[in-house]
């Protein structure tokens, strides 16, 4: 009896094709995702493979504003149902696209109902206000277009002052910046942080603030709701330099080692050290790309006595030391 071989798994991706579109916002979340595609497969044949369709309400040709014309795969009535769908940002006014794609704004509610993920970027938010997905849950969209977007939905939460937000499985980006970093972000979620960082570092050499610390995510309260944590992280972030050890941390706050270990994790999902560590490299990569403190420096900075260990948390975390990583950025920003 013939060996049945278990066929990979397959991730499928939707472009939403529209006429007036940005053909970047439709073609970078692409080359992108190809590009985390075949680094992971190099890494392991039986990673997921994906599976793109453009999909339009109809099948004729799409006039991007690049000149640029795109041919559907399908239409909306004939689509197979998406795990990721990108919708892309228009220029100018997009009230006469939305106005000519009703089947389109549908479809975007029954596929986000059948489990989709919808990611909108710029403009292209208003396909999903539109079929009122977004009431009640924050979103943000491109600042030129704010004002209006406020007087044309009033009921989702508009978030302008940040370039990203997540309501469930609904992601808004107010850039195309910011729809870069979502896309690591889902890359992340597909093929794991290794893969998700060689992509950023192919694609952003100056490596952008990471995907949490940008976005509004909706329901979060400091991310959970123990307000004693909260407190603690606070104190954590406006004390990065501090050479308190663990057991000093917990007195000050009035609770044993054991009990802030164990509310730390139930409220964050990583242990307390974890998110120290976290904050004092991330600060770190801010100063080895805006200063020029030597690492010695940098390292007393950030609460570590010697170099070495923050060149050891720095190879853990982003597989580069401290100066290749500062090397890479610069060379961006100075060259």
Known sequence: MPIKIKQPKTVKIALVLYDQMLATSVSLPVEMLRAGEALALKQNK????????????NNNPVTTRAVIRLQPDTTV???????FAFIPSLWRNPRPILRKHPKMIAWLNEIWHQGATLVGGGTGVCFMAESGLLDHHPATTHWHYEQQFKRNYPLVELKPDFFITQSQRIYCAASLNALADIIVHLI??????????????????????????????????????????????FWMSNNLNSTDALIDIAAQFN??????????????????????????IEAAKDLLASSNLSIQEIAYHVGY???GHLTRLFRKSLNLTPKDYRAMVRKKLFS
């Open 188 to 233: 992340e979620q597909i093929y794991g942080k290794a893969i998700a960082q060689q992509v950023e570092m192919h694609f952003s050499h100056e490596i952008r603030k990471p995907y949490k610390e940008q976005r509004y995510l909706e329901g979060s309260v400091d991310i959970h709701p123990d307000e004693l944590i909260a407190q603690i992280q």
């Open 305 to 307: 006595q010697d170099h």
């Open 46 to 57: 039986n990673n997921p493979k994906l599976a793109i369709q453009m999909v339009a309400e």
């Open 77 to 83: 009535a004939n689509a197979r149902l998406p795990d």
């Open 255 to 280: 609770l044993s080692t054991r009990s802030l270990t164990r509310r730390f994790k139930a409220a964050t999902g990583i242990s307390a050290t974890q998110h120290w560590q976290q904050l004092r």
